[in-house]
C-alpha cells in the first residue's frame, strides 16, 4: 500500500475552517477533474514526479513536524487507492487532525468514521465547467465539522451557490466558504452578494497563501 505524493510541506493554511494556522501539506498526484481555472494543474499532470510513500512514511514525517493539523490534498487525494488505509493510520493518532480537500465527485461514505478527520468538500459552480460531475448525495452526511466550500468565478456562479444552499437546506448543517477564484471576480461583489442575500452563517475567505508569497509559488 503507497501513495503518490508530489509534495510535502509545512506552513500556515491559507484557507478553509483553520486558515491561518499551522499545517503540513501533503499533495497527492493526479484528479479526476480539470477545473478550467485550478492552481495545481502540474499535479495532476500524468508525467509529474512523486514520491511513492507507505501511511507509515506520511504519519512519520507529520509526526516529526511537531505540526497538528495535516490536510491532505492535490489533485484529488481521495482518488488514491487506499486512501481510507491512510485515515486509519492517522486515526491511531489523536492528537493529529487531518483535514481533506475534496472536489465534491467523490462519494465520501467510507471515510466518514475518523474521528480526527474533517472534509473540506468544494461544490464546483458552473464556471468551473465541472458542476456535472458533483455527487448532491454528500450534502446528506457533511457534519458540522465539515465545510462546504463555492469557488466562484462571477455573480452568476455566487447566484448558484446560494440555490444550492437552500435547495439542500445547508445553513446550520456545516460550515460554509465563500471564495473567490484568484483575481477572477471583484472582492467587493462578493461582500455585496453576502449582503444583498442577508447570507447569515456564510464565511467570505481569500487564499491567504497567495497574499503571503508569490500566488504561483509552491510548496508555501
Ligand atoms: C487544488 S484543490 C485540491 C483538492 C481538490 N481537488 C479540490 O478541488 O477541492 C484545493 C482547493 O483549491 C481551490 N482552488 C484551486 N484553484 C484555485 C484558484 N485559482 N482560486 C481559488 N481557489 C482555487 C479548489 O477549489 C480547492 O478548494
Ligand atoms: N498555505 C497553503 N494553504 C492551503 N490550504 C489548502 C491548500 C491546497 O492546495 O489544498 C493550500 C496550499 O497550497 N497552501
Ligand atoms: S478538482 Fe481540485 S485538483 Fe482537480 S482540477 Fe479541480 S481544483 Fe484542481
Ligand atoms: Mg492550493
Known sequence: MSFKVVEIFESINGEGMRA??????????GCNLSCNYCDTMWANKPDCEFAEMTAEQIVDRVKKSGIKNVTLTGGEPLLQKDADKLLEAFSSEKDIRVEIETNGSIDLKPFLKFENVSFTMDYKLPESDMEKYMNTDNFKILRKKDTLKFVASSVNDLKKAKEIIEKYELIGKVNIIFSPVFGKIELTDIVDFLKDNKLNDVRMQLQMHKFIWDPEE???
Open 20 to 29: 491561518g494556522e499551522l499545517a503540513v501539506f501533503v499533495r497527492m498526484k
Open 218 to 220: 509552491r510548496g508555501v
